[in-house]
């Protein structure tokens, strides 16, 4: 028994959902999602209440029942609040600014990286260690603070390159030297 897919999604007032079959279109104040799902899931549209049901318990099902029901929930909570990923830039001379819809990063390489905003995410600089990635899709806010991160992982010994604002960095403490 599925606790998160026998979950009812309510939905808001500002918020529109079109269900044609297995595609589900959810529009609200921040833009419109639009997303397949598998063709064993049956979604259910009852007044401003979503229920997702599956047609057996085979293991299959089982994980598409709560994964159905949680992407509904995001795309539901994306077009209403949007979703936002903050990363910091640590490093000496290591810093971010913003060049229009881009992304500029110095990161201790000969040149400037620069990374391209996909379509439906815009990136906050506050200030040039701080960097905060946001849109409605949160996989796709995701995948692009991943890809951030990957233009310089957070090294070990000295704690150097960008991470997620929540991760820990576990230090090493490097060559102690023999006796």
């Known amino acids: ?90 490093g000496v001379g290591y810093r971010a600014s913003k060049k229009g819809n881009n992304l500029l990063l110095n990161l201790g390489y000969s040149h400037p990286v620069e990374v391209e905003a996909p379509a439906g995410i815009t990136f906050d600089v506050p200030n040039q260690n701080e960097i905060i990635v946001k849109g409605m899709d949160k996989e796709l806010v995701g995948q692009t603070a991943a890809v951030i991160r990957t233009k310089r992982p957070p090294e070990v010994y000295r704690g150097k390159g960008i991470k997620y604002a929540e991760e820990t960095i576990r230090r090493k403490e490097g060559k102690a030297g023999k006796k």
């Not at 609200?28 to 397949?36: V, Y």
């Not at 064993?40 to 047609?55: F, S, W």
């Open 1 to 90: 028994m599925s606790r998160i897919g026998n979950k009812p999604i309510t939905v808001p007032e500002k918020v529109e959902v079109k269900i044609e079959g297995q595609k589900v279109t959810v529009k609200g104040p921040k833009g419109t999602l639009e997303k397949e799902f598998h063709k064993d899931m049956k979604i259910n549209l009852e007044g401003n209440v979503i229920t997702v049901v599956r047609p057996d318990d085979e293991p299959q099902n089982k994980s598409l029942h709560g994964l159905t029901r949680t992407l509904l929930n995001n795309m539901i909570e994306g077009t209403l609040n949007g979703f936002e990923r903050k990363l910091e830039v640590n």
